[in-house]
């Protein structure tokens, strides 16, 4: 372990970024960059590695589900401003470098983390010329803290150049300033409006403020100063929207903005205005979001905490903080009620965006007076969310928030229902029982219709995981009749997708209509994740009709529709039925193979096959059938080669299976020799040679812009070309190669007698 430390504003950031840029392509399963700047809460720091990882956890202990999941992977793992939750990020990478021998830990902090095995490296400023050497422009530019200075200048004049006239005035400024890069830059966005001289005379005459308690006192002392001339250089309304914008944890989009910031004598025209003159005077940095249409934004924490000093002595931190959690109190409504609609998977992408933000307005409510029933209501609307990122995260919410509020009103049912339903999977069911009766006594006395068709989807789920399928069928029953009735569609389709599953392991006839009323809403309502969702099911109807083959399509179709947003809640199931499939067909290493894969995507979902009854059994039958037919030595082998495929790889083969004529067959990532890209990376290169920008790119996969940047950056070394025409160029070579005669080798899945078989 490496920890960075220095003071804010050094650029621990940037030099973590270099390093890990550098050093990544040695890690086996590459780098996972977790930043921690929105993070204030130490019992989140495993939580929110977890969503980088893109690793759901399930079981209560945190820590030791990401220490399972990392066992055997080689990964470098950089935590990026540790400082506000050093305790968290100590504790948690004790115990994960103690469990993972591949793994290696990049971290920066302001202060030292004390991991047993850390080693530092103290991020210095940058070296400033001294005051008796040699002003010319070949010697000052040879100084880092003057080139910074004069590219961040050209940014806001691309004439500027280093003269022998502005030598002498850079040299001192950079002096003055330490060699800073934070400070550097904040001077060089004074440019804008200002001459050489003035800035150089502004900075001259200001003070140094107050002691600091991080890093040289000087260097501190410094930042602050330059910090206080920027705010000071802003307008006033620049001025009141910088102080406002440091309640956001993490970063935030110009809605948000508008909806925190704007009032009391700031008038919501005046917002875009505003925060555009903030990125001008580097105060607020803009980046591009997930979604290619919205626009986000953050702060960097030295910044953003010089702003809520001023909102604190002020006064007004209080009321900042309530109108933000008014804002995402509103905003996790609208998403329940829009999660079952056009927009999907974009609703899903902005929660995991904004989790930060959810997750302080949440934590805020649980810590003022009076304010829990708020709190309560917003994990509540969220939980559907929860399942797509951290079921036990959402439960463990739900518990806290249901201790703070026991008056018996419906925020309170609803609350009940919202955790019965997680504790269901987190394999909580005795809990879960206990919450579902107070759930079923409030209901009664409410007389809530909704709710009465919820505690029956509930207890269905119990039945289910006590292994009763006809019992929760019956009641399932009931409860789409009520969800009906209530006017709710997701309600009735969610018990019609868990009524399929029920009736696929009891062999009950009613399973194919169960999976096509399940289609017709979802289309009715167009929304999409659902659909991979029901094409599992109907693929479940078809495998218990016999139909092989379109059973293989329907499951692989529901993993292309999940992959883009990585739904690793979904995902699991459908390798696993696949692989279920193709061991009842042609029993041989490729499903070894298939069944291993299908282990490793559980592993990364968080939960496990054995915990699941129904589930349990049938893996337990087609591991049986294919160790068999292939003998235990052999089996053991593929099953092995499948299990420690990374979860690209896994899906990969999964995708393979049954993929359609004249498309390249696939049978494994050895076996078959694909070429130096995973899969991730094959569609990033497919979309360049196609002409598209990062951002593009990152609009249609669905996934942020930093993250195509990475690809973009391993595509290049891994093929060793340095331009993305070069890229287009291998892309179209691929294509010819594909094009060329090949001679079948895998096998195809067809139908006989209800059964199936294996056709050359």
């Known amino acids: 372990m490496l920890t960075l430390v220095g003071p804010g504003g050094v650029g621990k950031t940037r030099l973590a970024l270099r390093l890990a840029g550098t050093v990544g392509r040695r890690f086996g399963d590459g780098v996972c960059w977790v930043e921690l700047r929105g993070v204030r809460d130490e019992r989140l720091v495993p939580l929110t590695v977890a969503g980088a990882l893109g690793v759901s956890l399930v079981e209560a202990d945190f820590t030791a589900g990401l220490a399972r999941f990392l066992v055997d992977k080689r990964l470098l793992l950089v935590l990026d401003n540790c400082e506000h939750v050093a305790a968290g990020c100590a504790r948690l ?71 022998p006239e502005s030598c002498a005035p850079i040299a001192g400024l950079c002096r003055r300033l330490e060699g800073m890069p934070l400070a550097l830059e904040l001077a060089a966005s004074w440019m804008r409006g200002m001459t050489l001289d003035q800035v150089v005379q502004r900075l001259g005459t200001r003070r140094v403020y107050g002691p600091s308690d991080e890093g040289p006192d000087g260097v501190a002392r410094t930042l602050e100063s330059t910090i206080r001339a920027s705010y000071e250089l802003c307008s006033p309304a620049e001025q009141m929207l910088w102080c406002r914008l440091s309640v956001f944890a993490g970063g935030f989009d110009l809605r948000g903005a508008e909806s925190v910031c704007a009032g009391q004598g700031m008038p919501v025209e005046e917002v875009l205005p505003a925060l555009a003159g903030l990125v001008e005077h580097s105060a607020v940095q803009r980046v591009q979001g997930s979604e290619a249409e919205a626009g986000w934004y953050h702060m960097l924490e030295t910044i953003r905490s010089f702003g809520e000093g001023r909102l604190r002595s002020a006064g007004e931190l209080r009321q900042l903080r309530l109108r933000h959690r008014d804002h995402y109190a509103g905003l996790a409504e609208e998403a329940a009620h829009a999660f079952f609609g056009p927009g999907q998977n974009e609703w899903l992408l902005r929660i995991q965006r904004e989790l930060d933000n959810l997750r302080t307005a949440i934590a805020w409510c649980f810590g003022e007076p009076g304010q829990a029933q708020v709190g309560l209501r917003m994990a509540t609307a969220l939980v559907e969310y929860w399942f797509a990122s951290s079921v036990r995260e959402g439960y463990g919410l739900l518990l806290k928030a249901l201790d703070r509020v026991p008056e018996p009103t419906l925020v309170r049912a609803e609350g009940l229902w919202a955790a019965a339903h997680c504790a269901m999977y987190v394999n909580e069911v005795a809990q879960g029982r206990r919450l579902l009766e107070e759930c079923r006594d409030l209901g009664g006395q409410l007389d809530d219709v909704r709710l009465r068709a919820r505690v029956q989807q509930v207890e269905g789920e119990a039945l289910f995981c006590e292994g009763d399928a006809p019992g929760c069928i019956a009641v399932w029953e009931q409860s789409a009749a009520a969800f009906r009735e209530a006017g709710d569609p997701y309600g009735e389709f969610h018990v019609l997708m868990t009524s399929s599953a029920a009736a696929f392991f009891s062999d009950d006839p009613r399973l194919e209509g169960y999976a096509r009323k399940a289609v017709a809403l979802a289309e009715e309502h167009a929304a999409e994740s659902s659909k991979a969702g029901v094409l599992y099911a109907l693929g479940n109807a078809h495998w218990r009709a016999g139909r092989a083959d379109e059973a293989i399509r329907c499951y692989r179709e529901s993993l292309l529709r999940w992959e883009p947003w990585m739904y690793v809640a979904g995902m699991p199931f459908a390798v696993e039925a696949m692989a279920w499939v193709v061991s009842a067909v042609r029993p041989d290493d490729l499903a070894a193979r298939l069944l291993g894969a299908s282990a490793a995507v559980w592993r990364r979902s968080g939960m496990r096959v054995d915990e699941l009854p129904f589930y349990f059994e049938r893996d337990r039958q087609a591991k049986e059938a294919v160790s068999t037919a292939i003998g235990q030595e052999r089996y053991e082998a593929a099953f092995a080669e499948g299990a420690c495929c990374s979860l690209e790889e ?86 010819l190669t594909e094009a060329e005669p090949t001679t079948p080798t895998h096998s195809r899945l067809s139908a006989d007698n209800g059964r199936g078989r294996a056709v050359e």
């Open 93 to 163: 990478l004790d115990s994960l470098l103690r469990a993972a021998p591949g793994l290696k830990a990049l971290a920066s902090s302001r202060h030292v983390l004390h991991v047993s095995g850390e080693q530092l490296l103290t991020v210095q400023a940058f070296p400033v010329p001294e005051q008796d050497s040699e002003v010319s422009p070949e010697n000052v530019a040879t100084y880092d803290s003057v080139a910074l200075f004069v590219d961040r200048v050209r940014a806001v004049q691309p004439t500027f150049r280093l003269t």
């Open 650 to 735: 896994a899906l990969a083969l999964a995708t393979s299976i049954g993929k359609p004529k004249g498309g390249r067959p696939v049978a494994s990532q050895r076996e078959q020799e694909p070429g130096p890209l995973t899969k991730r990376e094959s569609q990033v290169a497919e979309l360049v040679a196609e002409g598209l920008t990062n951002k593009d790119i990152a609009s249609r996969l669905l996934i942020s812009q930093r993250t195509v940047e990475s690809h973009v950056e391993n595509i290049l070394g891994k093929l060793g070309v340095r331009s993305r025409a070069q890229v287009a160029g291998w892309v179209a070579s691929q294509r």
